[in-house]
């Protein structure tokens, strides 16, 4: 078993969808170890996001997720971290395969709805950025 990080992102949660994407986690063999609504401070959002900060994009983000609560989940089952990137599309919803969650929900390349870990040390960094250990079952 494999666990990677989730965030319903803001857009989505705006657009009362966040219902709809858990859905389809659950529905595609996820188990939910961890779930809880939070609103991101400015800091938050950039320290998570460290890895972007050169990148031309990288306030307009910041600004983003941190504008309204998200949903931060940490999800479970084989292959998570690639399965639940297949299942969110990709970054650019034009370019996201028909019937994933970037494609039917998204908005545009930043407005995106969903966010996954793109790699074990990458969720290593972000599970525990925002669950503790009793807050993961
Ligand atoms: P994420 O980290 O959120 O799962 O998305 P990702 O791996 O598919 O994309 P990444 O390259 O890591 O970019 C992180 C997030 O930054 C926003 N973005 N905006 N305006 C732009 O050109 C642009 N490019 C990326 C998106 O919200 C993207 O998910
Ligand atoms: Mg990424």
Partial sequence: MERTFA???????????AGKILDRIEANGFA??????????REQAEGFYYVHKER????????FMSRSPVIVLC????NAIADWRTLMG???????????I???FAINIEE????????PET???????FFNAFELV
């Fill in 56 to 63: 031309p994009f990288f306030n307009d983000l910041c600004a």
């Fill in 90 to 100: 990709a970054t650019n919803p034009a370019n996201a395969e028909a019937g994933t």
């Fill in 102 to 104: 970037r494609k039917d």
């Fill in 75 to 78: 999800l479970e089952k084989d």
């Fill in 123 to 129: 969720a290593a960094f972000e599970i525990p950025y």
């Fill in 7 to 17: 965030i319903i992102k803001p857009d989505a949660v705006e657009r009362k969808l």
């Fill in 112 to 119: 995106n709805s969903a966010h996954g870990s793109d790699a």
């Fill in 32 to 41: 939910i170890r961890g779930m809880k609504k939070i609103k991101m401070t």
